[in-house]
């Protein structure tokens, strides 16, 4: 409440005489003097505002609501009724920030009457805060809950030469809406690719930009080897195709200039089937 003390300098007796309804934690309220004269005279004063705007502003000091905190008590009321419990809330009916009391807890906020829609996303809701005296301030709030899911991205731009490795992975949310059957939506399905092009961080990935890493390249000279009894013998070949780990491809055996096929068993390492024969070094 606003009191004539709070806007007489010495209002001796009277000077928890009410004037008005305090304003809301946050805002501020205007007296004009006729206000405060009618108040003066009721406690049976006859002076003692000595201001020659003939109007006294009262602000009440309070703590500003961060809308994050409304967003995330919406997003549990809406999962306690059943609803998704991973939603990006936008509140599109807030005109101006909400306060509470100085001496109050954030805890001290209450959702009430929540409508949701989730084919359309849209929602309505009470927002209910506690003031001082067991009294609530009501607000009604509106807004869309969009349902989102965590996609894997990279942290940085990696490309066609890079492995990805778990370190290079981070987490966004993206709008289920924006999801499709062709987007990698697990980490273990980028650990230990490399990009099909150079690829830019905080996107997320399509399958088709991913490849096993080339550890055999189209015109490189590849070391061949063939198990034979208890030896391991060797040779050099020419890749005639790129390889990724597990791949069967083709080379020119350099000291036959024949054509043969193998698999790709590392960087710059093929294993040769074992009745090919070579003409090699052990």
Known sequence: MVTLGDVLLDAGAAQNHVIAAAPQPGKSMTLSRFDIDRAMANAGLSEGLDDSRGYVTISRRGKKVPPEILEARIM??????????RLKIRLTGLRSPLYIAPQADLGDIEIENLSHDERSGRFTATIAIAQENGVWNRTTLSGLAEPVRLVPVLVRALSDDDIIS?????????????????????????????????????????????????????????????????????????????????????????????????????????????????????
């Not at 549990?76 to 419990?85: E, L, M, R, T």
């Not at 036959?256 to 096929?261: A, F, G, L, M």
């Open 76 to 85: 549990d009321k809406i999962a306690q009724n059943g609803g998704p419990d």
């Open 166 to 282: 778990r370190s290079d992975i981070d987490w966004i949310e993206l709008p289920e809406r924006r999801i499709n059957r062709t987007m990698i939506l697990e980490s273990a399905d980028l650990i230990g690719l490399s990009p099909t092009r150079t690829v830019r961080a905080g996107t997320p990935l399509r399958m088709s930009e991913v490849q096993k890493p080339v550890l055999v390249e189209k015109g490189a000279f590849v070391t061949m080897q063939v198990r034979h009894g208890g030896l391991m013998l060797s040779a050099t070949g020419k890749a005639m195709q790129d390889g990724a780990l597990g791949d069967f491809i083709r080379l020119i055996n350099t000291s036959t200039n024949r054509t043969i096929e193998a698999q790709v068993a590392g960087l710059g390492v093929v294993n040769v089937l074992s009745h090919v024969t070579l003409s090699a070094n052990q």
